[in-house]
C-alpha cells in the first residue's frame, strides 16, 4: 500500500488550482471562438449550471500538462497527486450536469 506523502499533497494542491486558474482562460478562449464579449460569457458561467461543466471539464485538460511533465521527470507521487485532484473535480461535475 502506498502511503501519501507530502508529494502526493503537492500533486493534489497542482491538480486543484490549476483548472482554477485556467477557467478565465478558457471563457476568454470560448469568447474569442464565439465571438461573445468576455463579460457575457462569464456572467453565463456564473449564472447557468450547463456551462459551468463544459468551463470546468475544458479547464481540466490544465492538468494533462503538468501530469506528463512529472512523469517525464519521473515524479511519480506527484503525478499521482495531480489524478487525485482532477478526480476531486468529478463529484461536483456529476451532481451539476445530472441533478
Known amino acids: 500500500m502506498i502511503k501519501f506523502t507530502r508529494q502526493h499533497a503537492i500533486g493534489v494542491l497542482i491538480g486543484l488550482v490549476s483548472p482554477l ?31 459551468q461543466v463544459k468551463v470546468i471539464t475544458v479547464s481540466l485538460l490544465s492538468n494533462l500538462i503538468w501530469f506528463y511533465t512529472t512523469l517525464n521527470k519521473e515524479y511519480y507521487n506527484i503525478g499521482r497527486g495531480i489524478i487525485i485532484g482532477t478526480l476531486l473535480f468529478a463529484p461536483y461535475i456529476i451532481y451539476v450536469k445530472f441533478f
Request: glycine letters at 6%.
Open 21 to 51: 486558474i485556467f477557467i478565465p482562460i478558457v471563457i476568454f478562449l470560448f469568447s474569442w471562438i464565439q465571438n461573445h464579449t468576455v463579460g457575457r460569457l462569464w456572467s453565463d458561467f456564473k449564472g447557468f449550471d450547463a456551462m
